[in-house]
């Protein structure tokens, strides 16, 4: 029997399975899809040859995560490659300001504003992998904060406090630097004037100075081999084709899951379900086995916005009219602070956006393997509602050309570079992982009210459930979203700790 199941190999799901192994477990991971990785893998979605990140492609937590760090996946083969700028904020009146990891290249493109990045990188050279640390460890946390000073923790409480739009506003002059850090809080559903916005785009500000926006070498997927092999290497095993329905429970411990098939799979000691929490909490145990405030929690569990997805194979590097895109790994549409508050608006009132905030990606700029020679890929993501009226298959061609007009204005002739293009509507990210439910890339809002000690709901912040030996380990619990596999470590730590 094995010591632990796993359900889900999100990198969540895998560094939990890696770390128990390592531990001395037998784990086993059961995926419902016939890839492993979640959101991180790479295919060829457009052409042959082109290899496309299916969701994350972009890792502020490569060089820092605790969980990462501990795993080494360096000495398995994973390989990361940097850009010259890490995110630039492009504009058609052809102003740009450009985030790099070296401080006077940035300074330089911040301009008047140069200072003032100097001052945020200077506090992120300062604070250094103290950060992470303490952004990432489990809650209540005292030695990461301890260890990062009162100070730092002062300055990142009041960006906390803070919205992204009158947090830029106070802390730059021209309308190029105050689009970046509510460019960046976008990621998740952090508009430029919710209440504790400005930290989330702060923090990637800060990341992205500090480590980079890096890519690793091969696609995302390169990540999800590296932690199979840390697996592997330890004894782990992972079964695909398998959906795991249901939690089974006997006096009050988990003690095995049944898949669709009807199998029963028994775990000695503990079953860590990197899945969303609605549907742990819902679908995948009796209701007799959750508390009924759990259950209403559940019911208030609020999603963040629709992801609206695209890769595209491109016959060159794209044609930015500013230089610094030219040389980045991420690009930000996203014409001023006020552009973006109207996207928001339109977004969170269940609209198509029309003029849509863009995160774009290019990968194979940095990591030449992901197209063939001389050739490109391309990779954007705009926040969109989850459900529009009509559905998204009414809206998603038209949409993913309003996506390319809204490239081609920042890039005159990028339409004709392109040789191929995947869509990819909430939906359509929906059927390929069901942790993405309505095309949030989250795992749950990123809201203030969706974090921290209420991530998924109060008091199961530290991955424990009202079910002895079951653990939450995905990114609908603290710290959430992202490429860190923060929830995976904490919750299999928790686990080794209860059977001590
Ligand atoms: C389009 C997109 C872009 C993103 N960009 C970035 C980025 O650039 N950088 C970054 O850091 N993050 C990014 N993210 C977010 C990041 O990918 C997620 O936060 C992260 O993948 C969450 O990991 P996870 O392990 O919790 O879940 P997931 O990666 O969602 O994996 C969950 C896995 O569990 C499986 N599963 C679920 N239920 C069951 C079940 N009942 N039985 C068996 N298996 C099950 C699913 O099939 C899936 O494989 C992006 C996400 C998306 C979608």
């Given at each position: 029997?094995?010591?632990?199941?796993?359900?889900?190999?999100?990198?969540?799901g895998?560094v939990?399975a890696?770390t128990?192994?390592?531990?001395?477990?037998r784990?086993?991971?059961?995926e419902?899809?016939?890839?492993?990785?979640g959101?991180?893998?790479s295919l060829?979605t457009?052409?042959?040859?082109?290899?496309?990140?299916?969701?994350?492609a972009?890792?502020?937590?490569?060089?820092?995560?605790?969980?990462?760090?501990?795993?080494?996946?360096?000495?398995?083969?994973l390989?990361w490659?940097?850009g010259?700028?890490?995110?630039?904020?492009p504009?058609?009146?052809?102003?740009?300001?450009?985030?790099?990891?070296?401080?006077?290249?940035?300074a330089r493109?911040?301009?008047i504003?140069?200072?003032?990045?100097?001052?945020?990188?200077?506090?992120?050279?300062?604070?250094?992998?103290?950060?992470a640390?303490?952004l990432?460890?489990?809650?209540?946390?005292?030695?990461p904060?301890?260890?990062?000073?009162?100070?730092?923790?002062?300055?990142?409480?009041?960006?906390?406090?803070?919205t992204?739009?009158?947090?830029a506003?106070?802390?730059?002059?021209?309308?190029?630097?105050?689009?970046v850090?509510?460019?960046?809080?976008?990621h998740?559903?952090?508009?430029?004037?919710?209440?504790?916005?400005?930290?989330?785009?702060?923090?990637?500000?800060?990341?992205?100075?500090?480590g980079?926006?890096?890519?690793p070498v091969?696609?995302?997927?390169?990540?999800?081999?590296?932690?199979?092999?840390r697996?592997?290497n330890?004894?782990?095993?992972?079964?695909?084709?398998?959906?795991?329905?249901?939690i089974?429970?006997r006096?009050?411990?988990a003690?095995?899951v049944?898949?669709?098939?009807?199998?029963?799979?028994?775990?000695?000691?503990?079953?860590?379900?990197?899945?969303?929490?609605?549907?742990?909490?819902?679908?995948?145990?009796a209701?007799?086995d959750v508390?009924?405030?759990?259950?209403?929690?559940?019911?208030?569990?609020?999603?963040?916005?629709?992801?609206f997805?695209?890769d595209?194979a491109?016959?060159?590097?794209?044609?930015?009219?500013?230089?610094?895109?030219?040389?980045?790994?991420?690009?930000?549409?996203g014409?001023?602070?006020?552009?973006?508050i109207?996207?928001?608006?339109?977004a969170?009132?269940g609209?198509?956006?029309?003029?849509?905030?863009?995160?774009i990606g290019?990968?194979?700029?940095?990591?030449?393997?992901?197209?063939?020679?001389?050739?490109?890929?391309?990779?954007?993501?705009?926040?969109?509602?989850s459900?529009p009226?009509?559905?998204?298959q009414?809206?998603?061609?038209?949409?993913?050309d309003?996506?390319?007009?809204?490239?081609?204005g920042?890039?005159?002739?990028?339409?004709?570079l392109?040789?191929?293009?995947?869509?990819?509507?909430?939906a359509?990210?929906?059927?390929?992982?069901?942790?993405?439910?309505g095309?949030?890339?989250g795992?749950?809002?990123?809201?203030?009210?969706h974090?921290?000690?209420?991530?998924?709901?109060?008091p199961?912040f530290?991955h424990?459930?009202?079910?002895?030996?079951l653990?939450?380990?995905?990114?609908?619990?603290?710290?959430?979203?992202?490429?860190?596999?923060a929830?995976?470590f904490?919750?299999?730590?928790?686990?080794?700790?209860?059977?001590?």
């Amino acid at each position: 029997m094995d010591d632990a199941i796993v359900i889900g190999s999100g990198p969540n799901g895998l560094v939990a399975a890696a770390t128990l192994a390592r531990a001395g477990w037998r784990v086993r991971v059961l995926e419902a899809q016939d890839r492993p990785g979640g959101a991180v893998y790479s295919l060829e979605t457009t052409l042959p040859g082109f290899i496309h990140d299916v969701g994350a492609a972009f890792f502020p937590f490569a060089h820092v995560s605790p969980a990462l760090l501990s795993l080494d996946l360096g000495e398995v083969g994973l390989q990361w490659r940097g850009g010259i700028y890490e995110s630039a904020h492009p504009a058609p009146d052809g102003t740009c300001a450009s985030i790099a990891r070296d401080v006077e290249r940035a300074a330089r493109s911040f301009g008047i504003d140069g200072d003032a990045w100097r001052a945020l990188h200077d506090w992120q050279a300062r604070m250094g992998p103290r950060l992470a640390e303490t952004l990432l460890a489990p809650l209540p946390s005292v030695r990461p904060p301890l260890r990062l000073g009162l100070t730092n923790l002062l300055g990142l409480a009041m960006a906390g406090l803070s919205t992204s739009a009158g947090y830029a506003r106070r802390r730059f002059q021209t309308e190029a630097a105050r689009r970046v850090i509510p460019g960046l809080a976008l990621h998740v559903d952090l508009g430029p004037e919710d209440f504790s916005g400005a930290a989330l785009g702060l923090v990637l500000a800060l990341l992205a100075a500090g480590g980079g926006f890096q890519v690793p070498v091969g696609g995302a997927r390169s990540i999800t081999h590296a932690l199979l092999r840390r697996l592997e290497n330890d004894g782990g095993t992972l079964q695909l084709n398998t959906h795991v329905r249901e939690i089974v429970v006997r006096q009050r411990r988990a003690v095995a899951v049944r898949t669709d098939q009807g199998d029963e799979i028994p775990a000695r000691s503990a079953i860590l379900a990197d899945v969303g929490a609605p549907a742990l909490f819902w679908r995948m145990l009796a209701q007799d086995d959750v508390p009924g405030y759990l259950r209403e929690a559940m019911h208030q569990f609020r999603y963040g916005w629709g992801t609206f997805k695209m890769d595209w194979a491109l016959g060159g590097p794209v044609p930015w009219m500013h230089e610094e895109p030219r040389q980045a790994a991420v690009v930000h549409a996203g014409d001023s602070v006020d552009d973006l508050i109207r996207f928001t608006k339109e977004a969170r009132a269940g609209e198509i956006p029309s003029h849509p905030y863009l995160v774009i990606g290019q990968q194979s700029l940095l990591d030449p393997t992901r197209a063939p020679e001389g050739k490109h890929t391309l990779w954007a993501y705009s926040r969109v509602p989850s459900y529009p009226e009509g559905g998204w298959q009414q809206h998603r061609e038209r949409f993913a050309d309003v996506i390319e007009e809204r490239i081609e204005g920042l890039a005159p002739g990028f339409r004709k570079l392109i040789q191929g293009r995947a869509i990819f509507s909430p939906a359509d990210l929906e059927a390929m992982n069901e942790n993405l439910v309505g095309g949030d890339l989250g795992g749950g809002s990123a809201q203030f009210s969706h974090q921290l000690f209420w991530r998924p709901a109060f008091p199961y912040f530290r991955h424990r459930t009202p079910v002895k030996g079951l653990y939450l380990a995905s990114a609908s619990c603290h710290p959430g979203a992202g490429v860190h596999g923060a929830c995976g470590f904490n919750a299999a730590n928790q686990a080794l700790r209860d059977a001590v």
